[in-house]
């Protein structure tokens, strides 16, 4: 996993040279547009949604979010989840919940 930052790079060569090396790229918006969506008080992510998606068409393979319950619909309500990531979108209760 390499870790390409909180404001992630353009240039999608890097992405690309990252997933030649066997490894996934993750890119964080915990700090620009999650914080955009708590502070502002938005009622909805749709509006910050071609934001999030531009970092996927780069080559992220995971974002790293403070709000995961919103964001994860939003990103895969009209494309399906990679078989690869499937496993990451189950909910399965907690072992310590059991």
């Known amino acids: ?11 999608r060569e890097l992405y690309e040279m990252i997933h030649r090396q066997g490894a996934n790229c993750m ?3 915990s700090r620009h547009l999650d914080v955009r ?10 509006p910050l949604e071609p934001e999030y ?3 996927l068409e780069r080559g992220a393979d995971i974002i790293e979010t403070d709000i995961p319950v919103q ?3 939003l990103l895969f309500h009209t494309t399906p989840v990679p078989p690869a990531k499937r ?12």
Do not use: C, W
């Not at 996993?1 to 240039?11: K, L, R, S």
């Not at 969506?37 to 938005?42: D, Q």
């Open 1 to 11: 996993m390499a870790f390409v930052g909180h404001t992630p790079p353009e240039d």
């Open 27 to 29: 890119i964080g918006t």
């Open 37 to 46: 969506f708590i502070n502002e008080k938005m009622g909805s992510l749709q």
């Open 53 to 55: 998606r531009v970092f």
């Open 71 to 73: 964001l994860g619909p």
């Open 87 to 98: 496993r990451y979108f189950s909910k399965r209760a907690h072992p310590e919940s059991r």
